[in-house]
């Protein structure tokens, strides 16, 4: 928040809930000051299921019709799209809000596992269609970095940095240590 610009435009616009629910808040454009807008994103807490594509289908409604000012939605999530929206693709529906020039990036907590395979691969679509980035929160490692895969990367063995320990005293000589931060 810190690094925008002064005289910068702030909306806000809640995805968390059911799929039949309203948004705890949903403030366009203009209504909503950084000051109140830090605040809220202090006390962010999950809440319910991730109506992802009902809540961002309604977004453009959230900004001014203008298509020559650019405008960007930081999405904040720790879930999977749960509520499917007619046929409407998220992929497809990303393509429309660049059309418009709205641009999302994701900040996600959601934990890489297996079973999150579709909702990462959703981020990554609306992310890429729109020209934003997704960065993730490593929970396990408490970092934040860019979400990226490299098959090479991922295949590899990865063998940890040992390094020679005197921690039980100098009697002790072949002790060798492995620090798990160097292990990842």
């Known amino acids: 928040m810190k690094a ?8 806000l616009a809640t ?3 059911t799929c039949t629910s309203e948004p705890d808040f949903w403030r366009p454009i203009g209504s909503i000051d950084r000051q109140e807008l830090d605040s809220r994103f202090r006390f962010l807490i999950p809440d319910g299921t991730t109506p992802l594509l009902s809540r ?7 900004f001014s019709d203008s298509t020559e000012r650019k405008k960007t939605i930081f999405l904040i ?3 999977a799209n749960t509520c ?4 409407v693709d998220v992929c497809q529906f990303a393509s429309e809000l660049a059309s418009k020039n ?10 890489t596992t297996l079973n999150n395979t579709n909702a990462f691969a959703e981020y990554i679509c609306l992310a890429e269609r729109t020209g934003g980035h997704i960065l993730y929160m490593d929970n396990y490692h408490c970092r934040l970095e860019p979400l990226s895969f ?5 295949c590899q063995f990865r063998v940890p940095t040992l390094q020679k320990s005197n921690c039980w005293g100098a009697h002790i000589n072949s002790l060798w240590n492995i620090y798990p931060v ?3």
Do not use: C
């Open 15 to 17: 995805i968390g809930g």
């Open 102 to 111: 709205i641009t999302i990036n994701v900040l996600t907590f959601l934990s």
């Open 56 to 62: 961002l289908m309604e977004t453009p409604e959230l």
């Open 84 to 87: 499917r929206v007619g046929g």
């Open 4 to 11: 925008f610009p002064e005289g910068q435009q702030y909306g």
């Open 182 to 184: 160097d292990a990842y």
């Open 150 to 154: 490299d098959l090479l990367k991922s």
């Open 77 to 79: 999530s720790d879930g």
